[in-house]
């Protein structure tokens, strides 16, 4: 399938430039959602449960979670071990998320907007799949 990586990659850029846009309201970028998203989906999380998650350096996660702290979305608590930092979502985060997540849930309907439910049903359970391969292959097929 010759072209695929090419298809896929042209669909990132403006789908983050138009995520960044619709979050810039709350002054978040698509970076800082991927925070959010996480702790809102898994609770209470430490800076290496997120930077796993997205597959970055542990600082990078420090950063973002720090310019979360600031907008007063996330806060540290207290965890089992002083020297690890764990996060949660604060009141004001659980607004934001929601707000968010209203136009990102109608900026995902309006780009499958003309596809077949049934398509789109088999790219949700498709990508995932994709995305393992990506993670454990090294680009040779093996029989």
């Known amino acids: 399938m010759e072209g695929f990586f090419q298809r896929y990659l042209s669909l990132y850029r403006p789908l983050i430039t138009k995520l960044n846009e619709l ?8 970076s800082l959602w991927q925070v959010i998203f996480y702790i809102k989906n898994n609770g209470p999380s430490t800076l290496v449960d997120i930077a796993n998650q997205y597959n970055v350096e ?3 996660i420090t950063r973002r979670v720090q310019r979360l702290e600031d907008l007063q979305i996330v ?19 659980e607004e934001i998320y ?6 990102i849930t109608a900026l995902e ?15 949700f359970q498709t990508l995932p799949k994709i995305q393992v391969n990506i ?9």
């Open 135 to 143: 993670m454990k292959g090294d680009g040779s097929k093996s029989e």
């Open 58 to 60: 542990k600082p990078t």
């Open 98 to 103: 929601q707000a968010c997540r209203n136009k």
């Open 75 to 93: 806060k540290q608590i207290p965890g089992m071990d002083k020297r690890e930092k764990v996060i949660q979502i604060t009141e004001v985060g």
């Open 23 to 30: 979050m810039s309201t709350y002054e978040l970028s698509y």
């Open 109 to 123: 309907n309006s780009i499958m907007d003309g596809i077949a439910h049934e398509n789109q049903m088999i790219l």
